[in-house]
């Protein structure tokens, strides 16, 4: 019939999944006697059990799965997931770490293609360029700086003109900028004069002149006591008078 599986298929299958347990439980090491429905001898069932009765046992207790061929692990429905999963899972090997000089040559490369400039000519290579390649190597360096000219004297001259102000421009365009801080000026604002009423102004006038009237009467009146105290009241009067 067709989608049934063959007998001796099933029977291997089952028997695959048939496999003892071993008590790993340090207080029940080496038990012999009855744990649920399963009979242990020396801490080993006496029977291969179905998977899912080791997954109920296993969840209570600490036991270990021993297959036809003796072979242990850890025994459990969460342990089974963990080395299905290793075992489904790919093997991404470890990313190497870039080291120093790697990184400081990826830096240097970077660099060199972001500023997009020709590679830096001395007098001496180019010369050497005009004795190999005459007019036509130095061209083609001086494409590369946009100068032209048909003597190559004047273009090695050209060539290294530009390649002096690219060089001067470069390294300003890098210099760090110092911003020299604004000095702001606080702008205090005068209050604007405003018009006084002519009737407040008399009256701050008027309780000014009291206000003095009481302090020279307060002035007297001390400088008789103190007069009194030393027995000079006549000299104290005369001159409270004249005032």
């Given at each position: 019939m067709g989608g049934t599986f063959p007998a001796h298929f099933l029977l291997e299958n089952h028997l695959m999944e048939l496999k003892k347990l071993k008590?790993?439980?340090?207080?029940?090491?080496?038990?012999?006697?009855?744990?649920?429905?399963?009979?242990?001898t020396d801490g080993v069932s006496d029977e291969y059990l179905p998977r899912?009765?080791?997954?109920?046992?296993?969840?209570?207790?600490?036991?270990?799965?021993?297959?036809?061929?003796g072979n242990e692990e850890p025994a459990g429905a969460q342990n089974r997931l963990l080395r299905e999963y290793k075992e489904r899972a790919p093997q991404v090997p470890d990313l190497k770490r870039q080291t120093a000089a790697e990184k400081a040559a990826e830096i240097a490369s970077n660099q060199v293609v972001n500023a997009k400039v020709p590679a830096i000519e001395t007098r001496e290579s180019l010369e050497a360029i005009a004795e190999k390649?005459?007019?036509?190597?130095?061209?083609?360096?001086?494409?590369?700086?946009?100068?032209?000219?048909?003597?190559i004297p004047t273009l090695i001259e050209m060539i290294l003109d530009a390649?002096?102000?690219?060089?001067?421009?470069?390294?300003?365009?890098d210099a760090p900028v110092v911003e020299?801080?604004?000095?702001?000026e606080e702008k205090v604002d005068q209050a604007e004069d405003s018009?006084?009423?002519?009737?407040?102004?008399?009256?701050?006038?008027?309780?000014?002149?009291?206000a003095k009237a009481e302090a020279d009467?307060?002035?007297?009146?001390?400088?008789?006591?103190a007069a009194a105290a030393t027995g000079d009241l006549a000299a104290a009067i005369t001159a409270e008078t004249a005032e």
């Open positions: 008590v790993v439980t340090t207080r029940m090491a080496g038990y012999t006697g009855v744990l649920g429905p399963v009979r242990f899912h009765i080791r997954d109920r046992m296993a969840a209570s207790m600490e036991f270990l799965e021993i297959d036809q061929d390649s005459g007019i036509k190597g130095l061209r083609e360096i001086g494409n590369k700086w946009s100068v032209k000219h048909r003597s390649q002096e102000k690219a060089v001067s421009k470069r390294t300003q365009k020299t801080p604004a000095v702001v018009t006084i009423d002519p009737a407040v102004a008399a009256e701050a006038l008027r309780l000014e002149a009291e009467a307060f002035a007297a009146a001390e400088a008789l006591k």
